[in-house]
């Protein structure tokens, strides 16, 4: 039985994340997903819109998920795959070459268990964060104009 591990945030959960843990799961018998602590997460991105548990909520619910990580390490090391016994770990490939990748995820790669998967283009969380900000900011210079 193949354990693929995928670490993610998770932070307003889409469909390009939907994408990435179905083309990961179907690269071995169970998908376990590591989820990063909030604080975690705020160094090396921002402060994630919801909370680790309310992030955790949502991914266990999509159907490619068989297990989940609270509080997943940034840098995946052998002592974490050897505990949760991960047999492949698979990332976007909008990390093939950078520093990141290098970083956190050096020891899969060492190892020979790293795959990277195809990104999905045109939908990220920080893409939606900007729909909401231009969708508001034209609202409330309506709501301004309306007012005077």
Excluded at 7 to 14: A, E, K, R, S
Excluded at 35 to 52: E, G
Excluded at 97 to 117: N, T
């Amino acid at each position: 039985m193949t354990r693929v591990y995928v670490d993610m945030v998770g932070d307003l959960f889409h469909a390009g994340h939907v994408a990435f843990l179905r083309k990961a799961s179907e690269l071995g018998d169970v998908l376990v997903v590591g989820v990063h602590a909030d604080d975690a997460v705020a160094m090396y991105k921002r402060q994630p819109i919801l909370s680790m548990q309310e992030r955790i909520a949502v991914i266990e619910s999509c159907r490619y998920v068989r297990e989940i990580i609270p509080d997943a390490p940034l840098v995946i090391g052998s002592d974490f795959l050897e505990e949760h016994e991960i047999d492949l770990v698979v990332h976007g490939d909008d990390l093939r070459g950078s520093d990141v990748l290098k970083r956190f995820y050096a020891e899969p790669d060492r190892l020979g268990i790293l795959r990277l998967v195809q990104y999905t283009e045109g939908i990220s969380t920080s893409d939606i964060i900007g729909r909401i900000v231009d969708r508001t900011d034209h609202l409330l210079v309506s709501e301004r104009t309306d007012v005077g």
